[in-house]
């Protein structure tokens, strides 16, 4: 049944709530609500439809006892950010188990990190020998066709094609040392990270080797 706000008021002033045999006898307590038109309604059952909109519960004195909120429909946009953020939280929880697979300690992360820095340093000092080699026969080149142009002559094709071949294979050992030393120094901040992250799920204090 429902009642308007003087209604009710009405049936309080004259202790009709009262009874056990009254308007909440079934429940124990009423619902209060505002519809689309601003008219407040008071029942002791919800219409359809009303359990999806904001409510107030009263106790058989009429007196609120409880609020009943309903949030606003979220937005597209809101709705996309939750989505990206759960979307974050399952790949965190990804990486996790993996790295609580792979390692038991701090200390076996890192030794392998510092295995992974002294494998690249070794590339890095083989390339730069290559370099050196490179470098030794690119001089002898040079000075090789310095005489020809020292004569007034032509360089040869020949010459002139290793030459290029050389500073060509120079050049690519130069980017390949900086390749490695940019992973090095990645590689540093990659290891350091999962040496953060372990700790931080509970595991021992990280331990830091000394810098390469």
């Not at 609020?67 to 989505?83: D, F, G, M, Y």
């Amino acid at each position: 049944m429902n009642f308007t706000k003087s209604a009710l008021c009405a049936l309080v002033g004259v202790g009709l709530l009262l009874p056990a045999a009254g308007v909440a006898a079934s429940s124990g307590k009423l619902y209060r609500w505002v519809d689309a038109t601003g008219r407040v309604h008071i029942s002791d059952q919800l219409p359809p439809g009303q359990a999806e909109e904001d409510r107030e519960i009263l106790n058989r004195q009429g007196r609120v006892v409880d609020q009943v909120n309903i949030p606003e429909p979220k937005s597209p946009e809101e709705l996309a950010a939750e989505e990206r953020q759960q979307a974050i939280e399952r790949e965190q929880a990804r990486q996790d188990e993996i790295l609580l697979t792979n390692y038991a300690s701090a200390a076996e992360i890192t030794q392998a990190r510092d295995e992974r820095l002294d494998e690249l340093h070794h590339l890095i000092h083989i390339a730069k020998q290559q370099v050196d080699r490179v470098n030794e026969l690119l001089e002898k080149r040079r000075i090789h066709a310095d005489r020809f142009l020292g004569n007034n002559a032509p360089v040869p094709e020949y010459l002139q094609s290793e030459l290029h071949k050389l500073s060509a294979e120079r050049d690519a050992h130069q980017r390949y040392i900086e390749a490695r030393q940019e992973e090095m120094a990645q590689t540093w901040v990659n290891y350091q990270q999962d040496l953060d992250r372990f700790s931080a799920l509970g595991s021992v204090t990280p331990v830091v080797a000394s810098d390469h």
